[in-house]
DNA sequence: AAGAGGCCCTGATAGC
DNA sequence: TGCTATCAGGGCCTCT
């Protein structure tokens, strides 16, 4: 389950592979991604060359040579693989379509240059692909997302003011991409955990001084995620088909029933359900 | 306006 | 063994 911290390491090295290479060839076997990838796409992308990969919350985002903008989203199981082909014969040669480290179903889009071909796959096909015409619409769509957690403007001021006279929970909030980008529900856990905040507490009674803590422990998690290459529950792989590492750094999520991880605490972790999404905690600690 | 709930989709796993 | 049910969940949609 791709969260900002997975997007980022994927971003991270399609970034050191593809940037300045000059799309070859792009194929599109299955159009039916979340949106439907239009019949344009090809064409726009091809000859151009990836000036910069760049990313915003869960959206990585390429920055093309003809000044358009390709918008990635992994969705909930989408993966990029790398193939490489040395001899540089991949519009000539198939047998590269069949390498052994990719899966043999739902690649759905690969994106071919030179010397190495990405492969976009995503069983459940949550995720998609959008064109953006031009730089303002860029930032016309990204204007409608809250800030990442990384953002100056992120701050306990911000905070507890959109909390202000909310009755909705804490939890439901973190998720909120209107009111920051980027957390998913595994982070939103570990977060709050952090934290010492009960997940199902009404955001209004969320005080400035957890604010604070809100603040600095969404970038820790965050930032410690993305060091260690992301979270690999299921499917998360980065494009050399690795496994991430912060799963094993988890304080909360999936542990339900096992021992609260904080010092001198005697709680178990529960497991119980928000808006449908699983949500895990100690409700010794988590007040 | 805010909040609750449904839906899209496939694969892994549990239970019978 | 093979069937069915459940769960995973990001983001968008509708309804109240």
């Known amino acids: 389950m791709p969260e900002l911290p997975e997007v980022e390491v994927v971003r991270q090295s399609l970034c050191k592979k593809i940037r300045h290479k000059k799309v070859k060839k792009v ?59 040395k001899k540089k014969n991949f519009l000539t040669n198939a047998s590269f379509y069949h390498s052994p480290t990719l899966p043999k179903k739902h690649n759905h889009v690969e994106f071919i240059f030179d010397d190495l071909k990405i492969v976009y796959n995503d069983p459940r096909r949550f995720g998609f692909f959008q064109i953006i015409e031009n730089f303002s619409s860029l930032q016309k769509k990204i204007s409608f997302f809250g800030p990442e957690p990384f953002q100056s403007i992120f701050d ?72 260690k290459g992301g979270s690999s529950i299921r499917d998360f792989k980065n494009i050399k088909g690795k496994k991430g590492n912060f799963q094993k750094s988890f ?23 928000i808006s449908n999404r699983s949500t895990f905690f100690c409700d010794m600690c988590q007040k």
């Open 27 to 85: 194929i599109v076997r299955n159009r039916n991604l979340r949106l439907k990838i239009p019949l344009n796409f090809e064409k726009l992308l091809i000859n151009q060359k990836i000036i910069k990969v760049d990313r915003f919350s869960k959206y990585l985002i390429l920055h093309l040579s003809n000044s358009i903008y390709c918008l990635i989203h992994l969705g909930m199981s989408g993966t990029i693989h790398i193939i490489y082909n």
């Open 156 to 227: 306990s001021k911000y905070i507890h003011s959109f909390f202000y006279k909310k009755e909705k929970n804490i939890k439901n909030f973190l998720l909120d991409q209107k009111f920051v980008s980027g957390i998913g529900n595994i982070y939103a856990n570990e977060i709050l955990f952090l934290c010492k905040i009960n997940p199902f507490r009404k955001a209004r009674l969320i005080n400035i001084q957890e604010c604070k803590k809100i603040v600095k422990n969404s970038r820790k998690i965050l930032l410690d995620a993305i060091k």
């Open 251 to 273: 304080k909360v999520y999936e542990r339900n029933g096992l021992n609260c991880k904080r010092l001198n605490c005697k709680g178990l972790i529960k497991k119980k359900n």
